[in-house]
């Protein structure tokens, strides 16, 4: 019927558009993993067991970051295909932004990118979790592909009438 095909498009559009995100969230982390291997193939050659070590810890927190993004991305798609509904719950604000820079961390220091945020620890959100890491993660992504080499990003969180407005700033 016409509904079921409309429904059916509508569906495809979704999928795709779920696709699309997918990779974009997943690019720069992979990125970032290759460029800090780069880096420790170097430094493996230099001898330098120094960089050798904060590379391989680099390299291993991307990992750990890229893991965990695919973690909600299967998550997402297992919730929107059970058509479980949005779960809010109480999150630190401040633990969310140091857990999410953590994940970029290699791709900031690549490009000498300093991320900064000012950011009470007694700030709390009500939010589902997977979908304020997923929006976090974008912008932190975004602003450090589009910031220039050397450039700072600062994320600020205000309480206005029970509401938290988060921002993200780059150079």
């Known amino acids: 019927t016409e509904e079921q095909s409309n429904k059916l498009a509508e569906l495809n559009e979704t999928n795709a558009k779920f696709l699309s995100i997918s990779a974009h969230d997943l690019r720069g982390p992979f990125n970032s993993i290759i460029g800090v291997l780069e880096l420790l193939k ?60 953590e994940n970029f961390i290699s791709a900031a220091t690549h490009k000498l990118i300093s991320l900064n945020h000012t950011i009470t620890p007694n700030l709390h959100v009500s939010a589902d979790t997977d979908m304020i890491k997923t929006i976090l993660r974008n912008l932190i992504s975004n602003a450090i592909k589009y910031s220039h080499i050397g450039g700072v990003i600062t994320i600020n969180a205000v309480e206005h009438n029970k509401f938290i407005e988060i921002s993200v700033a780059d150079n």
């Open 42 to 101: 170097d430094s493996y050659y230099d001898h330098n067991l120094e960089d050798v070590k904060k590379y391989i810890r680099m390299a291993t927190n991307s990992a750990n970051g890229t893991l965990s993004l695919l973690e909600n991305l299967l998550a997402w798609t297992s919730a929107e295909n059970k058509m479980t509904s949005f779960n809010p719950v109480k999150l630190n604000v401040k633990n969310l932004i140091d857990e999410e820079f």
